[in-house]
C-alpha cells in the first residue's frame, strides 16, 4: 500500500467531496476579492455604508474560506491554496454591484448545495453536517442583498448618497 493511499484511508471526508471543498474555497477566496474591489469602488464615491458593507462582506468571504480550509486539514485532508483572478473593479452603478454581489451569493449557495448533495450521497456525514451552517448563512446572505436591492427601489430617482445613507453598513 502506498503512501497516498494510507493518507487517503486516514480521512474523515471523501476524496471526491475534498475535492470540491477546496473548489470552494477558491470560490470564497475569489468572493472575497470580489467584495475588496466593490468595497474600493464605493470608497472611491465617499459611498460610506456601501464601503463598509462591502469591506464586511470580503472579511466574511475569507472566513468562510479560512473555516473550510482548517475543516479539510482536521479531517485528513489536505486543504489548498487557491489563486485569484480575473476580479471585476470596474462597475457601472451602486445598485449594479449589489446585483453583482446577489448574483455572486446565489453562485456560492448552488456550490455549497453541490458540495451537500455530494457529501450525502458518499454518505460523508462529518461534511454534511459542517455544511449545515454554510447552508443557513447562504440563506442570510442572499436575503440581505435583496433587502438591500429592494432600498433601490423604494429610493429610485433619489441622490445617490442618499440611497447609501439607508444602506446597512453591516
Not at 3 to 9: A, N, Q, Y
Not at 26 to 37: F, R, V
Not at 112 to 137: C, G, H, P, Y
Amino acid at each position: 500500500m502506498n503512501t497516498s493511499t494510507v493518507i487517503r484511508k486516514q480521512m474523515s471526508i471523501h476524496p471526491d467531496v475534498m475535492d470540491l471543498l477546496n473548489n470552494q474555497i477558491a470560490m470564497e477566496m475569489k468572493a472575497s476579492a470580489s467584495y475588496l474591489a466593490m468595497a474600493s469602488w464605493c470608497d472611491q464615491r465617499e459611498l460610506l455604508n456601501s464601503k463598509s458593507f462591502f469591506y464586511k462582506q470580503a472579511e466574511e468571504e475569507r472566513e468562510h474560506a479560512m473555516k473550510i480550509f482548517a475543516f479539510i486539514n482536521d479531517n485528513g485532508g489536505a486543504a489548498i491554496s487557491p489563486s485569484v483572478d480575473n476580479v471585476n473593479n470596474d462597475f457601472e452603478s451602486l445598485r449594479g454591484i449589489y446585483e453583482a454581489g446577489l448574483e455572486q451569493e446565489i453562485g456560492v449557495t448552488e456550490s455549497i448545495f453541490k458540495i451537500f448533495k455530494a457529501a450525502r450521497k458518499e454518505s460523508d456525514f462529518i461534511t454534511e453536517v459542517f455544511l449545515q451552517w454554510f447552508i443557513n448563512e447562504q440563506s442570510e446572505e442572499e436575503d440581505t442583498f435583496r433587502s438591500i436591492i429592494d432600498v433601490f427601489d423604494l429610493m429610485e430617482g433619489m441622490p445617490l448618497k442618499m440611497i447609501d445613507e439607508r444602506l446597512p453598513s453591516e
